[in-house]
């Protein structure tokens, strides 16, 4: 990581990026790109794509997600409360006490999650809030609200930032999943500083609306007909107290890249990533899932004709948290598997299990 990469890794996931709302931080993550790709696409949601190497027949894709869970205002009272709505999965047991920037057309109006004293309510009956139990306090009255440009539909995002933990955690809100951009974007810039020539059209991928369905990864996939897509996203450090193994898998933080076994992956380029973890003797680890991955990869995968699409998943503690943490090494580790496997691949690989 040289510290330009650092200084865009903590400018891109400082920047609110909530589903649905996803510009400000795809123009931070397009910025800086720029230099190490041929052409860019943009979609009508906002699905911005890198293109190195245009116009060749075979097609491979890179991909991460640019959103992050929030918040909707959903009502206001005369007092000046807001109550609200999920944008994703946002979890309302974390919300109270923590600050909120909500964002309107005339700028950031501050907000808190407030919640009663433990000295007014009765411990024994206590439940964990529900999302209909949160209320934002602004120190305002719904008309102060309403001329700051406060109204139903505005989007709410946690104040929290990135910082570091005993030198060797990166720690935030919204590493889901734009620490996946920060890696694929350093993949492009590896290729693009080491000139390295590759024998196809990479399109290295950062979708949108991936936190309330894969929609953007949906959208994208159905335009780009890619050959093979390498997806990456954040999977559970299952090590964390609270996590089941028998049931959730043995991963933790440290450990390395988790490879996805599951009937959205293609079998053939899993074994291929395997191999060149392998050969370049990068540690990793194994996860199965039952159904579908629960990321982008299963977009790709069932796009058109259908796409042989692999997952790299990073570990993460706390998902859905404004604490979500990663190590340092395994962010480093991804980014150095998905370029050595770009390397090795080759135009018109065929993956398919019968020829």
Known sequence: MTESSKTFLYQYLNNPSPTGFEASGQRIWLDYIKPY????????????????????????????????????????????YIYVRRNGGSDAVIAPSKRVNIHTKKGIVKGIFGWPAIHVRDLAKDTAPKVTDLTIDCGATKKELEEKGVHVGCVITFEDELTELND????????????????????????????????????????????????????????????????????????????????????????????????????????????????????????????????????????AEGTASALISLPLKYMHTT??????????????????????????????YLS
């Open 323 to 352: 604490v979500e943490t990663v190590s340092k090494q395994d962010v480093q580790a991804v980014i150095t598997l998905m370029y050595e496997t770009l390397l090795k691949l080759e135009s018109g690989q065929d993956f398919r």
């Open 37 to 80: 790709i041929d052409e860019y696409i943009v979609d009508t949601y906002g699905t911005v794509v890198g293109v190195i190497n245009p116009g060749q027949p075979y097609k491979v894709v890179i991909e991460a997600h640019s959103d992050e869970i929030s918040w909707f205002v959903n009502y206001i009272s005369d007092d000046g």
């Open 168 to 303: 060797r955690y990166f720690v935030g809100r919204a590493l889901d999943n734009r620490v996946g951009g920060f890696m694929i974007a350093e993949v492009a810039r590896l290729l693009k500083e080491n000139q390295v020539t590759l024998p196809y059209t990479l399109y290295v991928v950062n979708a949108v609306q991936e936190e309330i369905g894969l929609r953007g990864a949906e959208m994208i996939a159905r335009r780009l007909k890619a050959d093979v897509a390498i997806c990456t996203d954040v999977t559970h450090d299952t090590t964390s107290p609270r996590y089941d193994k028998k049931e959730q898998g043995d991963l933790r933080c440290g450990g390395g890249p988790v490879l996805c076994y599951g009937p959205a992956v293609q079998n053939n380029l899993l074994d291929f990533l395997i191999g060149v973890a392998e050969e370049k003797e990068i540690a990793f680890q194994r996860q199965a899932v039952s159904r579908s991955t629960g990321t982008d990869t299963d977009s790709f995968a069932y796009a």
